[in-house]
């Protein structure tokens, strides 16, 4: 393996690392950035208290990533331990002081100045401590304690192998989103609850706080004009007139913003007014609707690594390039694959217009081989837990457990379209009651229930996977929408791009010529003839090359487009309804 770099990671300052205020849909003025240099040490997990630390790591890139200075792996029996010290400015403090980590892998256990500050599970999720009665005038001083099991115990890991190779990507640990501090009233505002009703002209905002209940003022703006005001009492679902909306789409990203004031605490957010359901086209065909009308959602598989920062972007304008690329490119979806991004990615995906697939990251043990070698077209029963390495009830209840943390971090995301429970039997279990809970946690969304296979007969679509082999359009029955989840993979070497000596790929190439020449082939011959028939979402793979995987759109560093731009916007400007 070479180091590759992107040119994001090239130019990275050690001083001001993703320095953005990580959180867009509530925003305070309160902020102050912990990213950078912390100490660290890699010692055996019994260890309750370091007596030294090795050196230093750029916060928030993992230990694995090139870029956080480290390049060691944790392991499951070893600790991994954080310190910096911090001094609060002038006027910072308010009544509480919140510690906030956008997400720690696995789990971890905080303190401040010697005292627990809180603790936390779950490696994609964000987390925060109150550490106001363990704060000292002048020099305070964090400590975090990591373990991480990656994919040896069950826990949600998505595509992490301890043992990478092919498909399975360099397991990353610790810190890796941003870690920062905010100062707020005792009594201030939790999070909100922004769901637009288009048919309705009306926003539903929900306040949530952490005192009783108080009244909030809504301000709602449309650019400088102010469109909306009332007064409601928090914890209580408040639907707010919005005459004649400006809808939001990929086209016309339109978004609104959003003022709540609650008592001495204020903040700002956004939201987009626009409705997704599931509706006929003039032939009778099932399709997605788009505010009302049928859309075509042509996408690409995203799984969100890079090889100088692994799970975390090098910076701002990194995450940016990836979604404008793709949008510039005729791509109008990203399927977000087995793992949850930084609240500002999403952001980007609202203000740009990109419609998102955001799948759940699976967990579970070791499966029975045959459920990752089912022939196409047959689907195992997954309410035969063993066989699917879900026997154990802890960690499905976990996965039940995070499931819920999701729809809850992702609900207020305008352009999130579609979840994906499960994705080709990877820690799937039970996908029709998984999907019942979904839906009745955000009924305003669709549901692919099984991406690529295992299909239990529920959800919004039928869901495949086709590599290799020709597609053709299912000819059986079903009224559910059809949707060709992952297809292409066609893969090219580019010299001097390249993360490592193995390689793999679906159908290999040697020029880019050839590799434009079957892109081409594939949709024009195999893909946009199957759309009057009723196809109406397809994720090309994939954004990126990975790891070993050469068969993104872009090679791993993002500096080379294969096939040539113009042949793919030849391309998805047909794949259209």
């Known amino acids: 393996m070479t180091e590759l770099l992107t040119r994001w990671g090239a130019q990275l300052d050690p001083e001001e690392i993703l320095p953005e205020y990580p959180r867009p849909q509530l925003v305070r003025d309160s902020y102050l950035n912990l990213n950078g240099r912390w100490d660290y040490v890699i010692t055996p997990a019994e260890v309750t ?11 928030p890139f993992s230990p694995e990533a090139p870029l956080s200075g480290v390049d060691r792996q944790l392991l499951p029996d070893q600790r991994l331990w954080y310190r910096r010290t911090f001094e609060l400015p002038p006027g910072f403090r308010r009544d509480r002081v919140l510690l906030h980590f956008g997400a720690v892998d696995e789990s971890c256990q905080v303190f401040l100045n010697g005292s627990s500050v809180g603790s936390h599970s779950g490696g994609y999720w964000p987390f925060h401590c109150d550490i106001t009665d363990a704060l000292e005038d002048g020099v305070n001083t964090i400590l975090v304690a990591v373990r991480d099991s990656t994919d040896t115990d069950g826990h949600a890991h998505g595509k992490q192998r301890l043992e990478r190779g092919g498909i399975w990507y360099t397991a990353q640990s610790g810190i890796w989103q941003t870690v920062w501090l905010e100062s707020v009233p005792t009594s201030h505002i939790t999070s909100l609850s922004v769901t637009p009703h288009l048919d309705d002209e009306s926003i539903e905002i929900t306040v949530y706080s952490s005192g009783a209940e108080e009244r909030a003022q809504i301000t709602i703006r449309d650019g400088e004009e102010i469109v909306a005001t009332a007064r409601i009492n928090s914890g209580q679902p408040t639907m707010i007139p919005l005459a004649r909306p400006r809808m939001w789409s990929p086209e016309d990203p339109h978004l609104y913003d959003l003022t709540v004031q609650l008592g001495d605490d204020e903040v700002g957010s956004y939201f987009g007014m626009r409705s997704f359901g599931i509706g006929e086209d003039d032939a009778g065909v099932p399709r997605i609707l788009l505010n009302g009308r049928p859309y075509f959602h042509a996408g690409v598989l995203d799984q ?5 920062g692994l799970y975390t972007a090098p910076s701002d304008a990194a995450m940016i390039h990836d979604i404008a690329t793709m949008k510039d ?26 419609l998102v697939w955001q799948d759940l990251v699976n967990g579970g043990g070791p499966a029975d081989p045959q459920v990752a070698k089912v022939p196409r077209g047959a689907h195992l029963d997954d309410t035969d837990l063993e066989r699917f390495g879900r026997a154990d009830r802890g960690n499905r209840k976990e996965f039940r457990r995070q499931l819920r943390q999701t729809v809850a971090l992702l609900r207020n995301v305008v352009s999130l379209a579609v979840w994906v429970p499960f994705n080709e039997g990877w820690g799937q279990f039970e996908a029709a009651a998984i999907t019942e809970e979904l839906a009745g946690l955000d009924p305003t969304r669709l549901i692919d229930q099984a991406s690529g296979w295992h299909d239990q007969g529920g959800g919004d679509f039928r869901s495949i996977h086709v590599y290799i082999d020709r597609f053709e359009t299912p000819t059986d029955e079903d009224a559910r929408i059809l949707a060709l989840t992952e297809y ?37 011959e195999q893909i946009i003839p199957a759309i009057p028939e009723g196809l109406s979402a397809t994720v090309y793979t994939q954004l ?4 070993d995987e050469i068969n993104g759109l872009l090679s791993y560093d993002r500096a080379v487009t294969k096939p040539t731009a113009q042949l793919i916007r030849e391309v998805n400007r047909r794949l259209r309804l």
Do not use: N
């Open 49 to 59: 208290e370091p007596d030294r630390f090795d050196g230093t790591i750029l916060v």
């Open 304 to 308: 969100g690594y890079w090889p100088d």
């Open 329 to 354: 490119l005729g791509y109008t979806m990203l399927r977000k694959h087995i793992k949850i991004e930084p609240l500002r990615w999403y952001y980007h995906c609202d203000r740009l217009g990109m």
């Open 488 to 524: 292409g993979g066609y893969s090219l070497r580019i010299d001097g791009h390249l993360w490592g000596e193995e390689t793999f790929g679906y159908r290999g190439y040697e020029t880019l010529e050839q590799l434009g020449d079957a892109f081409r082939s594939l949709h024009t």
């Open 544 to 547: 990126s090359d990975v790891e």
